[in-house]
């Protein structure tokens, strides 16, 4: 369930960057705990870069 749930939150952020964490939430009907690990996880991997308002994936970041 969690990749799939990676995967859910990696194909929101490159289909509608940028994007906020309260539309992820809304798009994908997962919980912010849920998406902000995943984002963190993310960020550590630098898979994503992060503003304080929207998050964007990296040109490179290989697809989960």
Do not use: D, W
């Amino acid at each position: 369930i969690k990749e799939a749930n990676q995967y859910l939150v990696m194909q929101c952020i490159q289909a509608f960057e940028p994007v906020t964490l309260e539309e992820i939430a809304e798009k994908t009907l997962l919980s912010r705990p849920t998406i902000l690990e995943i984002i963190n996880s993310f960020k550590e991997e630098g898979i994503v870069a992060v503003s304080y308002t929207h998050l964007r994936a990296h040109e490179t970041s290989a697809h989960l």
